[in-house]
Each structure stands twice: as C-alpha cells, then as structure tokens.
C-alpha cells in the first residue's frame, strides 16, 4: 500500500474529488522538514537555507508541471485561497479601469461566493448558464463580454460531475479582448495533461491534497505581467505578494506529489477510464438512472448519477453502513439540503437533482472495489424506492 491508512480496513473509498490520502513516498519527503529541516526560510544561516533550496525546489516542480516559469508560481494555503486571489486580487488591482467579471453558474463555491463578495463591493458579474452537460457555450462567453470586462473565470473541469470545459477557446477569446482569464484548476491535476500556455489562462488554481499531497497547501500560477493585488501583508514572502511564514513540509509534499502525479498521469488516466467505464455500465443499468456531465469530455475518474425517486443523503448513509464513502457532490456542500447548484443548472429538476450520487475513483481502487460497490448499491437502491411514495408501482416490484 501507498496511503497510511489503517491496512486492516476494509473501506471502499470512492471520494477522490473531495480528498486523497497523502502519498507514503510524498510524506516520507516531507517528515524531515518537521524536524531536523525546521529552520525559518526567510533566516539567514545555513540551515535556514535548506529550507529555502526546499521551497524553491518545489516551485520549480509545480512550473514544470504546468509548463509556467518558477517565477510565476506562487504558494497558498489551497484551492479556496488560490481562486479568492485569482478573482479578488485582479478585480481590485484593476478596479479604475473597469468592474464587471464573467464567471460560470457552475463553478466550485470558492469562486462564486467570492463573485457573490465582490457584488456588493459595486462589481458586476455575469453568471454564464451551461447546457445540459454542464458546459460552457462559447458563444455566450462572447456575448457575455463587455467593454468594462476585466477578468473571465471558469473552472477547468467541474468538481461535482467531472464535465472539462472548453478552457483553451475560452483563453483565446480572452486573451484577444484583453481581458485576464482565470480558471479553477484544482481537480484537473493528475487526472489530464495541464499546459497554462496552451490553456492561454493568465491565473490558475491548484490544491495538494486533490493529487496525493498534503492538505493546507496550494499554488497560484500567476502569468508574469498580469496586474494583481497582494493577498496579505506582512513580510516580503513570496515576492511580497503573500506575507507569512512559509509552510516548508506542505510545500515539499505539494512539490513531490505534483511532479509523481504529472510523470503518472497516462498510466493513472487509462486505469481511471478502464474503472469508470465498468462502473457506469452497472450503475446504468439501474432503472430510472441518468448521467449527469459530458459522457465523453470528463475527468477519467469521475461518476456522477442521478436516481430518480430517491435521496442522495439516504443513499449515503446506508453505503457507509457497508464501508463504502462517496458523495452526492461537492464536500463544501455536504451539510446542505439543497439540491447541486451544478445538477439545477444543467436542467435537472429539484426532485430529481436531490437522487445524485458522485463516485469519483483513485489510484487505489481496483475492478472488487468496483463490483462491490454495484452489488451493493443497487439492493439499496430498490430498498429505498420501496419506501418511497414517490417511486411508481413498476419500480416497487
């Protein structure tokens, strides 16, 4: 095995999108910052040094992983802060010049509720609509577009149904009109090859533990040119651009696990697809059961359904009951009872959008891990139909 976690446990974990588990060879680079590498980096003796050669170590790693220059990378506490930076730091950088941004009705909380933020701060925002698949028209991107458009953000593939949205038109489109172009890139990495120059973004987002790498560290690719604010202030960290002590172990974790996840990722890629495609079969083949997201143009790893007549969270709760974890969406919604924001803005109703079931795939898993999960899911699928007044009679039988 190469997570930590306890080897007599029998869990079926098929919630990749909300977590991975650390890498054992990740942890083992980072321990030794714990310790005996602890120096501050920002101290000027030669232990401290280390820890500096550290940093700039993994920042070489994460750049060429995206193929960005070391100096446009920068790290951050995660995803959440990453695109709060993106969004916040051009919008007031550029506030004089103009205030209106185009994001998408489907894009992770981190960006819509720092859209919803900057409203009220006098910015304008459009929220593009998706077609039924959860992706972005370009045509509406265009029509979208205004004089006063500063900045463009959409996420480079959705964290609930896995649907890769056209990010490289989206760019050129951008990069025409003079316009920043930011995308949310946080579940993209180790799942598909990620180029910022062929993506034409000027602001990407990434986080750690998506890819095997410690929780609490991510980066922000920062084009060189593009006019940003600081995200705080303090001392001269990270070009001065983020004050504070840097976090050496969750950087080197962030460093190691990005540059295993990009030298992995055909091999990781084609056993995601491989378990995918088994998976979908068998969860199709349930009555009153549809695919939400792009049949084809997704992230390899990811399975959203939606089963008609029943809840999502009840679904949950009795796979837990035999080990298995998944989701019915995003794990910074999972205390909510409302339906995906993401689900109702691909067309799918309330009553049915609250029967989702997200089952995203890690490098763990295996074809049991698969088959289990489908001779179990669908005993609790029609157990759960026969208690509902909802479910026809041709469904109860």
Not at 95 to 108: F, G, M, Y
Request: net charge negative.
């Amino acid at each position: 095995m190469k997570n930590n976690m306890d080897s007599t446990s029998k869990t079926v974990y098929l919630d990749h999108a909300a977590t991975t588990f650390t890498d054992t060879e990740v942890l083992e680079k980072m321990l030794p910052y714990f310790t005996e590498k602890f120096a501050n980096p920002s101290s000027p003796y030669n232990i401290a040094h280390v820890s500096r050669d550290a940093i700039d170590r993994a920042r070489k790693q994460v750049a060429d992983a995206i193929n960005a220059e070391i100096n446009e990378i920068y790290f951050t506490s995660g995803g959440t802060e990453s695109d709060n930076w993106a969004i916040k730091g051009v919008a007031f950088a550029n506030r004089k010049k103009s205030n209106h941004i185009i994001t998408s009705a489907i894009e992770h909380h981190a960006v819509l509720h720092t859209c919803q933020w900057l409203e009220k701060q006098g910015f304008e925002v459009t929220y593009l609509p998706v077609d039924k698949f959860g992706q972005v028209r370009i045509e509406d991107v265009k029509k979208a577009i205004r004089e006063d458009t500063i900045l463009i953000s959409v996420m480079l593939a959705n964290n609930e149904i896995g649907t890769i949205q056209p990010i490289s038109e989206i760019g050129r489109i951008a990069r025409e009109k003079g316009i920043y172009f930011h995308t949310d890139a946080v579940q993209g990495i180790g799942q598909i090859p990620l180029d910022v120059e062929g993506l034409n973004v000027d602001l990407l987002s990434l986080s750690s533990h998506k890819f095997y790498g410690p929780k609490g560290v991510g980066a922000l690719y920062i084009k060189k040119g593009t006019r940003i604010d600081s995200y705080s202030h303090g001392g001269a960290q990270e070009k001065k651009k983020r004050a504070g002590t840097e976090n050496v172990p969750g950087i080197v974790g962030l460093g190691a696990a990005i540059e295993q996840a990009t030298s992995q990722l055909e091999e990781h890629a084609t056993h995601m697809k491989n378990l995918r495609t088994r998976l979908l079969e068998g969860l199709l083949q349930i009555p009153a059961t549809h695919l939400a997201g792009h049949p084809e143009k997704r992230l390899p790893n990811n399975a959203n359904v939606i089963f008609e007549y029943i809840e999502g969270e009840s679904i949950l709760l009795m796979l837990n009951s035999f080990s298995i974890a998944a989701s019915t969406g995003s794990a910074c919604t999972s205390a909510s009872l409302e339906p995906s924001h993401v689900l109702i803005a691909c067309g799918f109703p309330h009553e049915i959008a609250h029967g989702s079931l997200r089952l995203t795939l890690g490098k763990e898993n295996t074809e049991e891990d698969v088959d289990y999960l489908l001779q179990t899911l669908e005993p609790i699928i029609k157990r759960l139909r026969a208690m509902s007044p909802m479910t026809p009679k041709e469904l109860r039988e």
